[in-house]
């Protein structure tokens, strides 16, 4: 079991506040990747990382922010949360170049009520 | 306009009985194919890996096959367990990128009955 982790694992918020959802992952891998999935949906990506101090937006577009200090640690910020960004956050880590497997972790169920 | 589909959207069998999952891809130039199994509420698991020269990948009760012609996989589970119940996720990789870009399916929920 790969050892990659989110919290929290269920967050119901209200509109306009701010969050921040934590994803670790204690591989060393230096890729990381936020994916956005609603219900019977495919996984959508919102935001990846080659490594430390890199970090680029994926194909779909979100008011998301990321941040990559650390190898190990890639947070996800919301600045004002809306009803709209209620969905389920997973985070990923690969290793190496080209098309590595990726490692999910267990995901955020959000909702902004 | 790389894509994935797959069919059933959902299915519902018994324990013990056998079922074919199917995919479809657009995805080029192709790297490789797998199929994830994800639990209600948890990330998605790796279950096989397919490359292009690969037609054929067991685990367990689960083999898939990749016809690389036609673009098409299929993911065959024998003897149901009521664990089996999840979605089962087509995901494909071009090796076009060094990021590794996946392209996910809808997945196919699959729910086994006693």
């Known amino acids: 079991e790969a050892d990659i982790y989110q919290t929290p694992r269920y967050l119901v918020i209200g509109t306009g506040k701010k969050i921040t959802l934590e994803c670790s992952q204690t591989?060393?891998?230096?890729?990381m990747y936020w994916y956005q999935q609603d219900p019977g949906m495919e996984l959508h990506l919102i935001h990846y990382?080659?490594?430390?101090?890199?970090?680029e937006k994926g194909d779909l577009s979100s008011e998301s922010t990321v941040s990559r200090i650390r190898t190990e640690h890639f947070p996800l910020t919301l600045e004002s949360a809306r009803p709209s960004h209620t969905s389920q956050y997973l985070c990923?880590?690969?290793?190496?170049?080209?098309?590595?497997?990726?490692?999910f972790g267990p995901g955020t169920r959000l909702t902004v009520t | 306009k790389n894509q994935v589909e797959q069919s059933p959207q959902s299915l519902i069998i018994l324990e013990g009985k056998n079922c074919t999952l199917q995919?479809?891809?657009?995805?080029?130039?192709?790297?490789?194919l797998r199929w994830y199994k994800q639990d209600t509420g948890r990330g998605p698991v790796s279950l096989t890996i397919?490359?292009?020269?690969?037609n054929t990948k067991s685990n367990g009760r689960y083999t898939a096959t990749l016809d690389a012609d036609t673009k098409q996989s299929s993911l065959h589970i024998t003897a149901s367990q009521l664990s089996d119940s999840a979605s089962y996720i087509c995901?494909?990789?071009?090796?076009?990128?060094?990021?590794?870009?996946?392209?996910f399916g809808r997945g196919t929920q699959l729910t086994v009955w006693p």
């Open positions: 990923a880590s690969s290793s190496g170049t080209g098309s590595r497997e990726q490692y």
């Open positions: 591989m060393g891998h230096d890729k």
């Open positions: 990382s080659y490594g430390v101090n890199s970090t």
């Open positions: 995919c479809n891809y657009t995805v080029s130039p192709f790297s490789n």
């Open positions: 397919m490359t292009f020269s690969e």
């Open positions: 995901v494909v990789s071009d090796r076009g990128s060094t990021l590794g870009r996946l392209y």
